[in-house]
């Protein structure tokens, strides 16, 4: 269980505080190894808009076949527009990628960026793909 505990990140587990020489947990005499995407930030966060969360989770996938290295979090909760964008920003991804309905029906995903004052774009997923690949 602690294991689990560590690779989530956590600094305790359910019995108390994990021990590891890494410094990260403290010393208590073995090896508590932090997986490599600990304390990394998102590259892209989904976010979908309306009916469309099946287009949403294929999307995703394909990215990430497409893009290794890539991290990419699905809005899994519920929401309106607004609080799911707000929930991109605070994750610390680069760009947020949206998938309304309107991108859905056209196979085009929206891209803003978080991070820097640049245009939106709408562009097709093998675009797409090319951007987010530059990106990680």
Known sequence: ??????????????????GGSS?????????????DSVGRYLDAYLVAAGNVSEVALTSS????????GLRLQNHCGG?????QMKKADRSGAKVALIIGEDEAAAGQITIKYLREDRQQQTLPLSEVVKLLNKLS
């Open 23 to 35: 410094g990260i947990f403290g010393d208590s005499g073995y090896e508590t190894p932090m997986p």
């Open 1 to 18: 269980i602690e294991e689990k505990y560590a690779e989530l990140g956590r600094a305790d587990g359910p019995l108390g505080p994990l």
């Open 61 to 68: 996938e394909q990215i990430r076949s497409q893009c290794q």
């Open 79 to 83: 929401g309106s527009f607004k609080s």
